[in-house]
């Protein structure tokens, strides 16, 4: 186990703006960060970061927390996982404590598969640089595709030995079992026999995004016809291809800092580029482009530019591609090598500075590419000519912002050579097409609509607990002048009536005398947990520090949490003061904010009071029926009372 005080530097060194950089293409949005949620499809920002605060909040998921529950929601790391990571991230040297067999043994099946991911990635590092064969073959075929030993290290690649259990023999000796190999892929088992699958293969670990390993990509250096030149690692709980992009652990960072991202074709593509010094690129590796990899790179920046072999057979085929990209409301560029070149062999034989001027000069629009691409198909035939500016349209009508699709209607009339009109009408026409569909169109029969699926009722008693608790997070500390009642009774009619005396106090205490003179207890199990904390920190300290105070809770209360201290500030995401829309600050109107919640509170445990007596003078026995009516009408009376304090009518 991680020792306490490792767990306690590591709180106190990350950043969560810093980690969550990593993964989210922030902006600076006045104190705070925003950005797209990385857990939800979303095309304006709802992803709320608090440097001060150390806590984030996604609005459109309803998650937060802490940068510990950042990384157990983005990456599934467990708690020690994030805690590592983090470690790693800051070069903070880990104190370990002894572990005893129950907890070894409490690891998950998930963190088994990447335990032997990892362990794997040693293994077959370790066959290609200390191993005889390894150094012959292995290291022999990444230097004549010109790797350097930085770059081999840099992205891991590694040997597997051409011998049918070599690695499964070293993974069941070291302890690991061969359920959890079968699971990852790296060994195959049939009946009574197993064997290693990537056997004589160089390899490419996959990487997530925050750099733990997925599967591998091994390619085969024989001239066995029999065997497919690449091989992954199939589909488990932990790697799906169609999630994952090659290259995107080492290339997030210059993604975002250069704010593009360049899309190739296969593992060496990416790395040569990157060891040419264009670390901005990524890889589908050799699979079709999916809506779940798009979302990965729109997290970091908004525009991509797709890199074509310059005899790529399968290039019509790969605009489809761009057809998805457009529809994330992403900005794509395309750009393809010359004939007999790709972004490999390009890499290799120029500079960094030949690389990005080429890439400068010769990316495209993709109505240019396009255009381009099919024009020469078409040729002098009209018919061929107008299917091509068909499926351009149709690549247009993908693009969700009718701004840049007018822009592109434009542009594709100017190449073309046709009328801007025409185009417009059917871009029409396609558009309604995808509105229109002729099933879900019908009229349907009235139905009436079953009660349990109304909207549930908000619970007023929730609301104002979730606002006390609010009220002490943000200002609990400070010391403001509040108006107290004193509640006295009129000598001649016996009426309560009020009398205001000016008193300064902190805001927590105030709460607390408040809530404890109504002897209130909170009723929702999260607040419940949190306010005698809250109180705690307040009274010790003063100013709590919300980032060591968020860190102290657990998972759940520290959702809860970042919940209530960002609620407000998803205002901002929205810029509605351009818009001359202007949310009120209640910290400028606080005693008078602290003195309404405190009021309603009573009023709403008035009616609760009420309602009781209510039902027992159904069941009661006729003697105490008329005191219960007449507790029920003094109860009445002080509500109106406080009512009038609310500026209300009971």
């Given at each position: 186990m991680?020792?306490?005080?490792?767990?306690?530097?590591?709180?106190?060194?990350?950043?969560?703006?810093?980690?969550?950089?990593?993964?989210?293409?922030?902006?600076?949005?006045?104190?705070?960060?925003?950005?797209?949620?990385?857990?939800?499809?979303e095309r304006t920002p709802s992803f709320m970061v608090s440097p001060v605060k150390q806590i984030w909040k996604d609005f459109s998921s309803g998650k937060g927390g802490n940068v510990i529950a950042f990384l157990m929601e983005h990456e599934h790391f467990s708690y020690?996982?994030?805690?590592?990571?983090?470690?790693?991230?800051?070069?903070?040297?880990?104190?370990?404590?002894?572990?005893?067999?129950?907890?070894?043994?409490?690891?998950?099946?998930?963190?088994?598969?990447?335990?032997?991911?990892?362990?794997?990635?040693?293994?077959?590092?370790?066959?290609?640089?200390?191993?005889?064969?390894?150094?012959?073959?292995g290291l022999s075929y990444f230097?004549?595709?010109?790797?350097?030993?930085?770059?081999?290290?840099?992205?891991?690649?590694?040997?597997?030995?051409?011998?049918?259990?070599?690695?499964?023999?070293?993974?069941?000796?070291?302890?690991?079992?061969?359920?959890?190999?079968?699971?990852?892929?790296?060994?195959?088992?049939?009946?009574?026999?197993?064997?290693d699958r990537f056997k004589?293969?160089?390899?490419?670990?996959?990487?997530?995004?925050?750099?733990?390993?997925?599967?591998?990509?091994?390619?085969?250096?024989?001239q066995d016809k029999k065997a497919a030149k690449y091989m992954n690692s199939p589909e488990s709980e932990i790697y799906n291809k169609s999630k994952v992009l090659y290259g995107l652990y080492q290339g997030k960072q210059s993604i975002a800092k250069e704010d593009n991202c360049f899309l190739v074709e296969g593992y060496t593509d990416v790395i040569q580029m990157h060891q040419c010094g264009v670390k901005n690129v990524v890889s589908s590796s050799g699979t079709a482009l999916t809506p779940e990899q798009i979302r990965l790179v729109r997290r970091l920046t908004p525009n991509i530019t797709v890199l074509f072999d310059g005899d790529a057979a399968g290039l019509r085929a790969s605009l489809r591609g761009i057809d998805l990209i457009l529809e994330a409301g992403m900005n794509v560029r395309v750009c393809s090598f010359p004939e007999g070149e790709d972004p490999d062999s390009f890499a290799r034989t120029h500079s960094k500075d030949e690389l990005e001027a080429f890439l400068s000069q010769n990316a495209k629009d993709f109505i240019q590419f396009k255009a381009a691409l099919l024009v020469d198909e078409a040729a002098k035939d009209p018919i061929k000519k107008a299917d091509t500016i068909r499926e351009m349209v149709h690549s247009i009508s993908k693009i969700p912002d009718r701004i840049k699709q007018e822009v592109y209607v434009r542009s594709?009339?100017?190449?073309?050579?046709?009328?801007?009109?025409?185009?417009?009408?059917?871009?029409?026409?396609?558009?309604?097409?995808?509105?229109?569909?002729?099933?879900?169109?019908?009229?349907?029969?009235?139905?009436?609509?079953?009660?349990?699926?109304?909207?549930?009722?908000?619970?007023?008693?929730?609301?104002?607990?979730?606002?006390?608790?609010?009220?002490?997070?943000?200002?609990?500390?400070?010391?403001?002048?509040?108006?107290e009642p004193i509640l006295q009774a009129d000598e001649t009619s016996g009426d309560l009536k009020t009398i205001s005396s000016k008193v300064k106090s902190r805001v927590f205490e105030k709460i607390y005398l408040d809530l404890q003179q109504d002897e209130i207890d909170f009723t929702t199990s999260a607040f419940k947990s949190l306010y005698p904390k809250i109180l705690n920190a307040l009274s010790g300290q003063g100013e709590m520090k919300m980032d060591?105070?968020?860190?102290?809770?657990?998972?759940?209360?520290?959702?809860?949490?970042?919940?209530?201290?960002?609620?407000?500030?998803?205002?901002?995401?929205?810029?509605?003061?351009?818009?001359?829309?202007?949310?009120?600050?209640?910290?400028?109107?606080?005693?008078?904010?602290?003195?309404?919640?405190?009021?309603?509170?009573?009023?709403?445990?008035?009616?609760?009071?009420?309602?009781?007596?209510?039902?027992?003078?159904?069941?009661?026995?006729?003697?105490?029926?008329?005191?219960l009516l007449e507790e029920i009408v003094q109860y009445h009376k002080l509500k109106t009372l406080l009512s009038g304090r609310l500026n209300r009518v009971v």
């Open positions: 991680i020792h306490k005080s490792t767990i306690d530097t590591v709180f106190e060194t990350a950043r969560l703006e810093e980690v969550i950089g990593d993964f989210v293409q922030l902006k600076k949005s006045g104190s705070n960060f925003k950005g797209l949620s990385p857990f939800t499809d020690p996982e994030a805690i590592r990571y983090l470690a790693k991230k800051y070069n903070i040297e880990i104190e370990e404590t002894e572990q005893n067999d129950e907890q070894k043994a409490a690891a998950s099946a998930r963190e088994s598969m990447y335990l032997v991911s990892s362990f794997a990635l040693s293994y077959f590092q370790e066959s290609l640089w200390e191993t005889t064969q390894g150094k012959a073959i230097k004549e595709r010109g790797f350097t030993d930085e770059t081999i290290r840099d992205f891991q690649l590694g040997y597997s030995p051409n011998e049918w259990t070599a690695f499964t023999d070293a993974a069941l000796k070291a302890g690991y079992q061969l359920d959890f190999l079968e699971k990852t892929g790296l060994t195959i088992v049939k009946e009574d026999k197993k064997f004589g293969r160089v390899m490419f670990p996959i990487h997530s995004m925050s750099g733990r390993i997925l599967g591998f990509g091994g390619r085969i250096l024989t594709c009339a100017a190449v073309m050579d046709i009328s801007e009109e025409a185009l417009f009408a059917t871009l029409a026409q396609v558009s309604q097409k995808k509105k229109t569909n002729p099933v879900q169109n019908r009229t349907q029969p009235m139905t009436v609509v079953s009660s349990d699926k109304r909207i549930p009722q908000v619970s007023t008693r929730f609301e104002l607990e979730k606002n006390i608790i609010k009220i002490l997070l943000l200002y609990g500390h400070e010391e403001v002048e509040f108006e060591s105070f968020v860190t102290s809770l657990p998972a759940e209360l520290a959702t809860e949490v970042s919940d209530l201290l960002l609620q407000d500030e998803q205002y901002t995401l929205h810029d509605w003061e351009r818009k001359n829309i202007f949310v009120a600050d209640k910290s400028k109107s606080l005693p008078k904010w602290v003195h309404e919640i405190i009021l309603r509170f009573r009023c709403q445990l008035i009616d609760e009071k009420v309602s009781t007596l209510q039902e027992q003078t159904e069941e009661d026995q006729e003697a105490h029926h008329k005191e």
